[in-house]
């Protein structure tokens, strides 16, 4: 008998000591079933007690894109770069959007799921990259509806403004890529930090908003430029995404593989960083929280 039970062979092995380097990527694709029943579960639950439910997807860029245009358009006249006004916010909102909700969620992943993370046993990164993934329904849904608007002025031109998909289209998966995994990276070492210091956690929101502001959500680059802030602005990551969104669907914005390269190496960098730092603080985070 005690041979036998020497000899077995185990699925899973749990060690509580590992090196800082060993992220369990094999796991992630283990548990890959877990990781879409959460995001099952994210989707279901966040508007299962809401009276519109998924209309909300449509109700709040579409909100956010008449107030833009009324107090940045209309009232401060910034520019729009020749682009219908509310095509050119509503590009702006749907790519920060998705951004920002990854980051926000992902920040809150060890508070929020504590007592999961305390009773059972699974590779701790699914919670985020099922935030990450759950969030791109909500992008979608915002895609197909600036596509709309994209088709409505096409056959309903305002004078003065033109737009045309460009040949950068072909960056659009790439794009999307970055947008993720810059929440997602920003979002594990912001989690990771507030297991500590949770006075953390009521600075994240004011946080992204401050930041869309340094982004050019409302304005263009050429606009911040004409201000003299333009290489502060350049200075984030999502400026140079957000201007290559515009330019692959719209045709307009400062897009070089200068900004685009800068983005992403940014973006891994800061993805690489928070991954190392979540798997560090995921294994004693239960005495903190």
């Not at 036998?4 to 796991?27: A, C, E, P, R, Y």
Request: net charge positive; hydrophobic share 50%.
């Amino acid at each position: 008998m005690e041979n036998n039970s020497q000899s077995q062979d185990w699925d899973l092995v749990i060690k509580g000591h590992t090196s800082l380097f060993d992220l369990k990527f094999k796991d992630l694709w283990n548990y890959r079933d877990l990781l879409l029943m959460f995001v099952k579960r994210d989707f279901v639950s966040f508007y299962k007690q809401t009276i519109l439910g998924p209309l909300w997807f449509f109700i709040q860029p579409i909100f956010t894109t008449l107030v833009f245009t009324f107090v940045f358009g209309n009232l401060a006249g910034i520019s729009a770069d020749g682009l219908p006004r509310q095509l050119f916010y509503l590009a702006g909102i749907t790519s920060w959007q998705y951004f920002s909700d990854c980051l926000t969620k992902t920040s809150t992943v060890f508070k929020d799921n504590a007592n999961i993370f305390g009773k059972v046993y699974f590779p701790r990164l699914i919670m985020p990259l099922s935030i990450v993934v759950s969030n791109l329904v909500r992008f979608g849904v915002q895609l197909i509806l600036m596509f709309l608007l994209m088709f409505y002025f096409y056959i309903n031109p305002i004078e003065g403004t033109s737009f045309h998909v460009s040949n950068g289209l072909f960056l659009f998966p790439f794009l999307v890529l970055l947008m993720a995994f810059l929440g997602l990276g920003l979002g594990l070492i912001i989690t990771a930090v507030t297991t500590k210091y949770k006075d953390l956690t009521f600075l994240v929101t004011f946080g992204v908003q401050l930041l869309m502001y340094a982004t050019t959500v409302i304005y263009p680059l050429s606009y911040a430029r004409e201000k003299g802030y333009g290489h502060i602005v350049e200075l984030n990551p999502m400026t140079g995404i957000i201007e290559a969104f515009r330019y692959a669907f719209l045709g307009k914005g400062e897009f070089t593989l200068w900004s685009i390269g800068y983005s992403t190496i940014v973006t891994f960098v800061i993805l690489f960083l928070g991954i190392i730092i979540f798997n560090k603080t995921e294994k004693n985070f239960v005495d903190t929280i």
